[in-house]
């Protein structure tokens, strides 16, 4: 059974950090795009970034270029998501999926990051 | 002016059609985009249902029924999520997505309401 799990989301200051993890199981990771998801209380979703199955290529939404990177570590069967320089605006449902060339065939359940003081 | 435009709200009855449209911004044409579709209902992540681009290049997300089914419309520069049979179970948020300047976009969601 597929499984992608999300964790390290929670309250943090403007301005602060966090980094999100996703644990793969179920599938070999090793082989798959991964992207993050996140979508704002009430609102739609919004694509955040991918990375490409080895990590040598990664595309961000504009709104985080420069404050969030994405990585993995397919020896781990993990994602990641190194949010810097957070804003109200980035509260929000995280989600990773896998990714299919667009085809975002496998959800986790999402974590919660809340951006406030 | 967003990229991909979708109706905020939709209502239709049991055991009719629905077609959920996806506009795309003036100067994208949508004859060159593949259209993605994802369902999501309350408290749960988004689900995929399908891709489509042509009816040759066209993908069924898996397990998911034939009655949901995709097309464009040229004229409208517009992609369609077309829903036969409507179950009360249809009921959710339906987002389309395309990938434009290196970014996948989403549009903004319609809320189907079966009744």
């Known amino acids: 059974e597929v499984q992608l799990v999300e964790s390290g989301g929670g309250l943090v200051q403007p301005g602060g950090s966090l980094r999100l993890s996703c644990a793969a199981s179920?599938?070999?990771?090793?082989?798959?795009?991964m992207t993050w998801v996140r979508q704002a209380p009430g609102k739609g979703l919004e694509w955040v970034a991918n990375i490409r199955q080895d990590g040598s290529h990664r595309n961000y939404v504009d709104s985080v270029k420069g404050r969030f990177t994405i990585s993995r570590d397919n020896t781990k069967n993990s994602l990641y998501l190194q949010m810097n320089s957070l804003r109200a605006e980035d509260t929000a449902v995280y989600y990773c999926?896998?990714?299919?060339?667009?085809?975002?065939?496998?959800w986790g359940r999402g974590t919660l990051v809340t951006v406030s003081s | 002016q967003a990229v991909l435009t979708q109706p905020s709200s939709l209502s239709a009855s049991p055991g009719a059609s629905a077609s959920l449209t996806c506009t795309l911004r003036?100067?994208?044409?949508?004859?060159?985009?593949?259209i993605y579709w994802y369902q999501q209902k309350p408290g749960s992540p988004p689900q995929y249902l399908l891709r489509y681009n042509s009816d040759s290049d066209k993908q069924q997300g898996s397990g998911v029924p034939s009655r949901f089914s995709g097309s464009k419309d040229a004229s409208a520069n517009a992609g369609i999520l077309l829903i036969s049979g409507l179950q009360s179970e249809d009921e959710a948020d339906y987002y389309c997505m395309i990938w434009h300047s290196s970014a996948w976009v989403f549009g903004g969601g319609t809320k189907l309401t079966v009744l």
């Open positions: 179920g599938f070999t990771f090793s082989t798959y795009y």
């Open positions: 003036s100067g994208i044409n949508v004859g060159t985009y593949r």
């Open positions: 999926a896998r990714d299919e060339g667009g085809s975002l065939t496998e």
